[in-house]
Nanobody
Framework: VQLQASGGGLVQAGGSLRLSCAAS????????MGWFRQAPGKEREFVAT????????YYGDFVKGRFTISRDNAKNTVYLQMNSLKPEDTAVYYC??????????????????WGQGTQVTVSS
């Protein structure tokens, strides 16, 4: 499984970005997908996860209604819509795939494959 994240960039505080993560393989619809982020000097942090069908989502506490994870199984792609961005959202954002279980999870260790990351920078 290969994951290719894109959509990062520089945005002013209060702005929006939509991240995309394209996955290889013909069984994307069987993967639980997640987004994580890592800021310099900090540990990787859970952002959001979505189940196979897209019917179940879960977010990190800091999201507070600002982000939305979604997926298009026909396009083998998962998205992260980020609104009301804050400078503290600045980080490298990674998408990840859990190909072994059907339950959403916040634990990085449960994910089997990771994308290369896309930089999000929010200026104040």
């Amino acid at each position: 499984v290969q994951l290719q994240a894109s959509g990062g960039g520089l945005v002013q505080a209060g702005g929006s970005l939509r991240l995309s993560c394209a996955a290889s393989g013909r069984t994307f619809s069987s993967y639980v997908m997640g987004w994580f982020r890592q800021a310099p000097g900090k540990e990787r942090e859970f952002v959001a996860t979505i189940d196979r069908s897209g019917g179940v989502t879960y977010y990190g506490d800091f999201v507070k209604g600002r982000f939305t994870i979604s997926r298009d199984n026909a396009k083998n792609t998962v998205y992260l819509q980020m609104n009301s961005l804050k400078p503290e959202d600045t980080a490298v954002y990674y998408c990840a795939a859990d190909i072994t279980t059907a339950v959403v999870t916040t634990r990085p260790s449960r994910y089997d494959y990771w994308g290369q990351g896309t930089q999000v920078t929010v200026s104040s």
